[in-house]
């Protein structure tokens, strides 16, 4: 898979019609894109240990992985959760963000660290264990992206769908956190989930 960054440059470019990524405001405004929410994973901690007993976000470490190319869009979610939450952020080397070399960091610093989305359905090995990240709860965010120009009923007609009936309910909790330059951060809620964000259709100031 693509990283997000870079699905989401594709669509801009016209090399593609749609993409399923993360992707911040700030990418939308700059490229004419429009994002509607396709689904989200609350993100939880890996820890050594036995214990399965939720944790603070502030108490949760973030790996930045110095390979920007592949997790841009990764170390800018995390690097926002650690200044909004007071998490620890730790640089790692290219690609310890996922797999093994993430398992080895977790035993390695000792502290609960929060998985990659791309990690979610990753088995826990036996000698670690899942937490919940709690006060708040973390989401990352999967937006279906194409041009705010679409010209073509087709493709318009194929988001619709496809995010007609997506729930936010989860993202909706106050104790819900999402950066704050996730298009799905503070959103009002809709008759159905699939609102669109886009330059056009800006969340109030105030509910920010």
């Known amino acids: 898979m693509l990283p997000s960054h870079t699905q989401a440059a594709r669509v801009a470019d016209g090399s593609l019609d749609l993409a399923i990524c993360w992707v911040p405001r700030s990418t939308l405004i700059d490229d004419h894109l429009e994002a509607r929410l396709l689904g989200s994973d609350r993100l939880y901690a890996i820890s050594t240990g036995t214990a399965t007993t939720p ?5 949760a470490t973030l790996l930045i ?20 939450t007071g998490a620890h952020a730790v640089d790692v080397p290219e690609g310890g963000s996922t797999g093994q ?9 000792g502290r609960p660290l929060v ?7 990753a088995a826990v090995p036996p000698d670690l264990v899942a937490r919940p990240i709690q006060r708040p709860a973390v989401y990352w965010t999967w937006s279906l992206v194409s041009r705010r120009d679409e010209p073509r009923a087709a493709v318009r ?3 619709e769908a496809l ?13 819900a956190w ?4 996730d298009p799905h951060r503070a959103m009002p809620s809709a008759d159905a989930g699939g609102t669109a964000w886009s330059p056009t259709a800006r969340p109030s100031p105030t509910a920010e």
Do not use: Y
Request: charged letters at 30%; glycine letters at 2%; proline letters at 5%.
């Open 178 to 181: 999402l950066p704050a330059d």
């Open 55 to 59: 944790i603070r976000a502030r108490d």
């Open 157 to 159: 007609a194929l988001v």
């Open 163 to 175: 995010t007609r009936s997506v729930d936010r309910l989860c993202l909706e909790d106050p104790n």
């Open 101 to 109: 070399a993430f398992f080895d960091h977790v035993r390695r610093l």
């Open 115 to 121: 998985n990659n989305p791309k990690g979610q359905t």
């Open 65 to 84: 992985d110095a390979d920007e190319t592949s997790w841009s869009s990764w170390n800018r979610w995390a690097k926002s959760m650690a200044a909004e």
